[in-house]
């Protein structure tokens, strides 16, 4: 009678076809646990004649064994299986998702291309400045009040964090014969409180020409260039005269709105024309600081924030949206 259940049990495991996960843990159940018909066999051993009991034991033990190495086989089997799924490097993928450029970052790269075509070559500086790049060596005068137009944070009595790329003008000057045909785009800070119109930091792109003969012509016909492939339009410019310690003469260059085309609108202040960059003939007194022949040589130069850039072109009213990391915001450029 037992002999017929074991026999029973033991031709079932000799086919038994484990397919699902399903099947496996209805394995278990069937043949595993302690209810199940397998392991209520133990408890007939004691009924079994003493001189057969060793050898039904034997075979009661050795079915157990049969199981559960079926079950571990299989186990292992879904295991591997599942991990070779997952890791299949020959399916086709499910496409993932690109990030997607800053927009500071998109403006700056097309500044760059556009100067690169007309010759321009791309420099960088330090962000932690001296006094002399940053102030000195470009005609600020010390305790002049013109290096009140820009608040500075000092790191140390001699050291400061760069408050534009001007500085960068100095070290090309100063490791580099001209002709000089540089752009230098990078970060500058400035210590003012930060609100809609103003942040600690910025960015902004600066460039210099200096050569045999370098007039205000060039720099206008440079700059209207300049301003045709950023925007697109026909644009008009318009120079207002101005004041930099640097730039001799010195100006404020103006394009007519891009938005309402001259007509007013609440980029333009409903003047018809909006501020893009600083600029001049490099003042020969600079040129002479850095050793360059003021009688041989002239220069100009100019320098353009790349937020005020930005925020014209995608109509951005808030300076602080550049910084804040906002996925809403910067995935609008993917
Ligand atoms: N450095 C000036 C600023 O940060 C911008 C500027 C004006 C740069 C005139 C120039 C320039 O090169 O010629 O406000």
């Known amino acids: 009678m037992l002999e017929d259940k074991i026999n029973k049990i033991k031709s079932e495991l000799d086919v038994i076809n484990i397919k699902t996960y399903e099947d496996l843990e209805l394995f278990k159940l069937n043949y595993l646990t302690k209810k199940s018909e397998l392991s209520l066999l133990f408890n007939f051993i004691k009924e079994v004649s003493p001189e057969l009991r060793k050898e039904i034991g034997f075979k009661i033990n050795n ?7 079926i079950f571990e086989t299989n186990k292992l089997l879904f295991e591997v299986n599942q991990t070779f799924s ?3 490097s020959t399916l086709p993928s499910n496409g993932f998702n690109n990030g997607s450029k800053h927009p500071l970052s998109i403006i700056q790269n097309q500044i760059i291309e556009i100067f690169q075509k007309l010759g321009f070559s791309l420099s960088d500086g330090p962000e932690i400045e001296d006094d002399w790049h940053n102030f000195s060596a470009l005609n600020f005068p010390e305790n ?4 009140d137009m820009q608040d500075t944070f000092f790191i140390s009595e001699e050291h400061a964090l ?3 790329t001007s500085s960068v003008q100095v070290r090309i000057m100063e490791s580099e014969k001209p002709p000089l045909r540089y752009i230098m785009p990078g970060r500058v800070y400035r210590n003012e409180a930060v609100s809609a119109r103003a942040n600690c930091f910025f960015h902004q792109v600066e460039g210099i020409y200096i050569d045999k003969n370098v007039s205000f012509a060039d720099l206008k016909l440079v700059l209207f260039e300049f301003t045709k492939q950023m925007f697109n339009k ?17 100006a404020e260059m103006d394009i007519t709105c891009f938005i309402c085309s001259g007509s007013g609108c609440n980029i333009c202040k409903h003047s018809g024309w ?4 600083g600029c001049g003939m490099i003042d020969p007194s600079v040129l002479e600081n850095n050793n360059i022949d003021s009688n041989k040589y002239s220069g100009y130069a100019f320098g353009m924030g790349i937020e005020r850039i930005a925020m014209l072109k995608y109509q951005i009213n808030d300076l602080r949206l550049f910084f804040d990391n906002d996925l809403r915001m910067l995935k609008q450029f993917s």
């Open 274 to 277: 909006v501020e893009i960059m």
């Open 86 to 88: 997952l890791n299949d």
């Open 162 to 164: 760069r408050t534009h």
């Open 63 to 69: 079915l157990k064994n049969i199981a559960e190495s």
């Open 144 to 147: 002049h009040p013109a290096r």
């Open 234 to 250: 026909d644009v008009k410019l318009r120079f207002r005269p101005s004041y930099f310690p640097f730039t001799e003469p010195s």
